[in-house]
């Protein structure tokens, strides 16, 4: 098993930045991929991005594509989401989730986090 625990969500304008955090503690050696999820009010849960563990190769949905940056630390076991210009589109509850499989991008995943809530004020 691998616990996932995010932190850094809040309130922020239209334009403003934040930084997701995502612990993660357990079974970590059996991850292969990291991934951060959002899930708006009355739509489905959707990728925003997935970075692979070992080797830091990211990929990105479209809609946050040279907004948000996600990058991790092997030492601190933490995953990291950087939102740059943020849009009040952007506002939702954020997963961060973990996936065994070396193929797992937009889909795949075997734990998930509680999410931590971004509101984006326009």
């Known amino acids: 098993q691998v616990q996932l625990v995010e932190s850094g969500g809040g309130l922020v304008q239209a334009g403003g930045s934040l930084r997701l955090s995502c612990a993660a503690s357990g079974r970590t050696s059996s991850r292969s991929v990291m991934g951060w999820f959002r899930q708006a009010p009355g739509k489905e849960r959707e990728f925003v991005a997935a970075?692979?563990?070992?080797?830091?190769?990211?990929y990105y949905a479209d809609s946050v594509k040279g907004r948000f940056a996600i990058s991790r630390d092997n030492a601190k076991n933490t995953l990291y989401l950087q939102m740059n210009s943020l849009k009040s589109e952007d506002t939702a509850v954020y997963y961060c989730?973990?996936?065994?499989?070396?193929?797992?991008?937009?889909?795949?995943?075997?734990?998930w986090g509680q999410g931590t809530q971004v509101t984006v004020s326009s």
């Open positions: 989730a973990a996936s065994t499989k070396p193929w797992a991008r937009d889909s795949g995943y075997d734990y």
């Open positions: 970075i692979a563990w070992i080797i830091g190769r990211t």
